[in-house]
RNA sequence: CGGGGCAUGGCGCAGUCUGGUAGCGCACCUGGUUUGGGACCAGGGGGUCGCAAGUUCGAAUCUUGCUGCCCCGACCA
């Protein structure tokens, strides 16, 4: 993408109303713009990241053996009167009323609608287990939005559902959804922590909360140091016996605020591993059993005939709400350091002289050359200075700038900036393809 | 919902107390000089001052009502 073709309106100075170091950026890079109290228009940048969040979660949710589908943002209040949950849910659900004066609301999640979708569906043990999932905007009529996008009212997330026939197998279904999600957040450059979780009314639920460390995180979190230190297991077989995968993290003390238990913590861990940070919730996971199934009558017949009702759990990851925490976990005074798994391009080409004719050259035939590297490349080919270039990019916060001048194209080099350590080598300008090539498969 | 604050070109702000021709910086357009970390000079374009009533010869400014947005708290992916 050319910036002279691209639309990416950047300000030199945050809007009054933002706060925080994510929702300033976000607007400042020309990511976001606001259109109502936590409601956002993604801008081309933006929508960049957000896809490529998006990727990354089917890609795992698909390897773990999630099935993809897509229900409307638009349900029917009747639905969640068979669940009960119309007149529990508050005035957190956004209602409207159709033209025919029909009842429906803005989907805040979907456990009815994708409970009525299997139970239409499914009919036989044969069509257990299932987990199915959706990226899908909802709308949750917060009493107050803040923090930009990641405490909006309409947010991009991931929900998944799983229908198992026994609470056994539901397990295996949650630790398949536990384990994506530790891959999924490390993919995207993040340290998720699953933390004990406010389990609900039921007894023998289970819930854990994937939280980040951050300055700016919303709840107090407790949690053992070396959980920090732990890395995502690979190559994963989606139908062994994943407990023994998830035991690192299970078997360190980790909680949030609603469930702290403060004798525990000082028991369990030494003082000097103790870790009490504030934190971002980016995704949950949730044990649930038959709460939707016997109400709305989940049920397939088994191999012996009888009908049995299904187990089930839903599992969120807070898509939009990820764009705003990944900035949270990754910038510097700069602007934002983008993880080069969620980058909006991977590469800014920066020409110091656009009208030079052979920086021009060099450039075009660069911008070329990563592109059919498979590169996302952004190729600042505008008349502004340099220095206005340089402080664009580094906001925008692309992994990797290669720096294109009329001296070093004399002399056969470029410059490539690495945005996270601020470290600059010269390279051949013939080289410099290859070498980030070569740190892509890194 | 309780408490606090803000609303003036795209963004940041002054002007409001004490009513009298709507201003500054950035951004934008034109020309020129520049050109390796947000250049300079000159000339331009763009705002019914959140909305509605009221007071007044005259309202961004005073009064009343409304709306929107932000921050702190309780609640949430």
């Not at 940048?45 to 990727?55: A, E, H, K, P």
């Not at 997330?157 to 530790?182: G, H, I």
């Not at 590297?373 to 340089?390: I, N, Q, W």
């Amino acid at each position: 993408m050319r910036v002279s073709k691209f639309f990416m309106p950047v300000l030199r100075d945050a809007p009054r109303e933002a706060e925080i170091v994510s929702h300033r950026l976000m607007l400042r890079a020309g990511m976001i713009r606001q259109s109502g109290a936590g409601i956002y228009s993604w801008l081309p940048t933006g929508l960049r990241v957000l896809d490529n969040i998006s990727r990354i979660v089917r890609e795992e949710q698909d390897r773990a053996g999630a099935i993809e589908l897509l229900m409307p943002t638009l349900q029917s209040a009747d639905l969640w009167r068979e669940s009960g949950r119309y007149d529990a849910y508050g005035a957190e659900m956004l209602r409207i009323t159709d033209r025919h004066k029909r009842e429906m609301l803005y989907g805040p999640t979907n456990e009815e609608l994708i409970t009525q979708i299997f139970r239409d569906g499914a009919h036989s043990y044969r069509d257990v287990p299932r987990t199915l999932y959706h990226i899908q905007w909802k709308f949750r009529d917060e009493i107050r939005p803040r923090f930009g996008v990641m405490r909006g009212r309409e947010f991009l997330m991931k929900d998944a559902y799983s229908f198992d026939l026994t609470p056994e197998d539901a397990k295996k279904s949650f630790n398949r959804q536990f384990v994506a999600y530790l891959r999924t957040f490390e993919r995207m450059g993040l340290t998720a922590i699953p933390m004990q979780a406010e389990t609900g009314p039921i007894g023998g639920d289970l819930s854990y909360e994937f939280i980040i460390l951050a300055k700016t995180g919303e709840s107090e979190v407790f949690c053992h140091r070396d959980l920090l230190d732990l890395k995502a297991p690979e190559n994963v077989d989606y139908d062994s016996d994943l407990e023994p995968l998830m035991a690192p993290w299970l078997e360190k003390y980790a909680a949030t605020e609603d469930v702290h238990d403060a004798a525990r913590f000082a028991d369990e861990v030494p003082q000097d591993r103790q870790v009490s940070a504030r934190g971002i919730e980016v995704g949950q996971v949730f044990l649930f059993g038959t709460k939707y199934s016997d109400p709305m009558k989940c049920q397939v017949q088994g191999r012996d005939g009888k009908l049995v009702t299904l187990h089930s759990g839903s599992y969120g990851i807070g898509v939009s709400r990820l764009v705003g925490a990944i900035i949270e976990a990754s910038h510097d005074e700069r602007g934002i350091v983008w993880p080069a798994s969620v980058a909006p391009f991977k590469v800014g080409l920066v020409n110091l002289k656009a009208g030079d004719s052979a920086t021009d050259k060099a450039c075009e035939s660069l911008y070329e050359q990563l592109d059919n590297a498979g590169l996302s490349v952004l190729y600042d080919d505008t008349g502004e200075r340099a220095g206005a270039k340089f402080k664009t990019m580094d906001l925008i916060g692309l992994p990797w700038q290669v720096i294109v001048g009329p001296r070093g194209v004399k002399a056969g080099l470029v410059e490539l900036k690495n945005r996270a350590s601020g470290e600059t080598t010269e390279i051949g300008i013939d080289e410099v393809v290859n070498r980030l090539v070569a740190t892509q498969t890194g």
